[in-house]
């Protein structure tokens, strides 16, 4: 369901002209990077709920906390290029156009994979030279920082220390770029006397907003809380809505809620009947 889901909003952007705009353009982004969320983790998840056996190989547990840390990273400064893109679109509407063009949105994509991807070179470089001894067992469903940095027996100061400059770098920033966004939009649309005037700005960019709080609501709270006893199974829970249920529920939240998207749909829908009909007419 949700690799169905996330490839069909980014095919449906790829082939639909009328969605070939800034916010879809982000969009299809997001769904992209959810697909790749999804095919990092679930597979391994659901062949261990199958089989019972919960084992993972060393080199498969750092690759898939590598690819996972990329995605991760690089969806925060997605989720900040989008709250961007909603602030121009409703506090600056008349400068949208010439601010928001294709250049831009092409550069602000690219820094956020090229930076991620480096920033993730450079922590598998740096995992390369730990070694892991004592237990083998990972107190968590995927491989995360926190369960793998219990496992380590060299020194980790330095490990930790680089690991928490990079978090800071890709969390901090991208999160108050969105928090700071959304303020001006909601002061910007209180400001609007007209309720329905009010009901289409919020309509514009209510969808991102429920995206951008239920991923960074559930990322601090495993990431910047602390450690402890009584947070872990918590945090474990918490681990299911940005890595499992966000990939699902993003379809549904901008699809449910979005008329373009609708439109496209049946667009698309109508193209798929009449191409049928013509290989049915073409075969007789």
């Known amino acids: ?24 353009f982000f969009l299809a982004n997001l769904s992209f990077l959810d ?6 983790l679930l597979p391994k998840i659901l062949a261990n709920l199958l089989t019972g056996e919960g084992t993972i190989t060393v080199s498969g547990c750092l690759t898939q906390y590598h690819l996972f840390s990329f995605c991760g990273s690089t969806e925060t400064y997605l989720l900040a290029a989008m709250s961007y893109d ?26 956020g994979w090229i930076s991620s991807l480096i920033f993730n070179l450079i922590m ?17 469903y995927f491989c995360d920082f926190r369960p793998l940095e219990k496992l380590l027996c060299t020194d980790k100061t330095l490990f930790e220390l680089f690991v ?38 919020f309509s514009t960019c209510s969808s991102h907003l429920i995206v951008v709080s239920l991923y960074y609501g559930t990322l601090i709270i495993v990431y910047v809380f602390p450690d402890t006893l009584s947070l872990r199974h918590l945090n474990k829970i918490l681990s299911v809505f940005y890595t499992v249920m966000t990939p699902l529920l993003n379809p549904l939240i901008y699809t449910l809620r979005n008329k373009n998207v609708h439109k496209a749909l049946r667009r698309l829908g109508i193209k798929i009947i009449i191409l049928g009909m013509l290989s049915e007419t073409d075969s007789y």
């Open 86 to 111: 909603r602030y121009l679109a409703i506090c600056r509407p008349l400068l949208y156009a010439s601010i928001m063009n294709r250049k831009l949105c092409f550069q602000l994509m690219a820094l």
């Open 124 to 140: 598998a470089a740096f995992m390369d030279q730990l070694s892991f001894c004592g237990s083998n067992f990972i107190d968590h």
């Open 1 to 24: 369901m949700t690799i169905t889901g996330n490839l069909l909003i980014f095919l449906l952007v790829v082939v639909d002209q009328q969605l070939h705009t800034p916010m879809y």
């Open 35 to 40: 697909t790749c969320y999804s095919s990092i």
């Open 164 to 201: 928490f400059c990079m978090t800071i770098l890709f969390t901090i920033p991208p999160f108050l770029l969105t928090l700071i966004s959304y303020i001006y939009i909601i002061v910007t649309i209180i400001k609007i006397k007209s309720i329905i005037g009010r009901q289409k700005a």
